[in-house]
């Protein structure tokens, strides 16, 4: 996952016409770091997307604007807008990530 690092390289990305998943994190968060040990695969399944991963730490702003609640979170974008959120709560698993992305389809 590409990590994006300032509010004009995420709007870029996301303006780019293409599907995009951002997911958003931070470094002290467990949750994050547990999604990090089962992504892997799920990012290879599911390649038609173009993967990123955002610290909600450094770009508050944007976490704020796209209502980013909680730590790890998956949106995804396409044209600018945000299609699909899976907040925290329900990103806890390989099989609730995959659930929502299968969803997505």
Known sequence: MEKITTVEQFNTIINSGKEILVKFYAGWCPDCTRMDMFIDPIIEEYNRYEWYEAN??????????????????????????????????????????????QAQA
């Open 56 to 101: 909600r730490d450094d770009l508050p702003e944007l976490a704020e604007k796209y209502d980013v609640m909680g730590i790890p979170s998956l949106l995804i974008f396409k044209d600018g807008e945000k299609l699909a959120h899976l907040h925290s709560a329900n990103a806890k698993s390989s099989e609730q990530v995959t659930t929502f992305l």
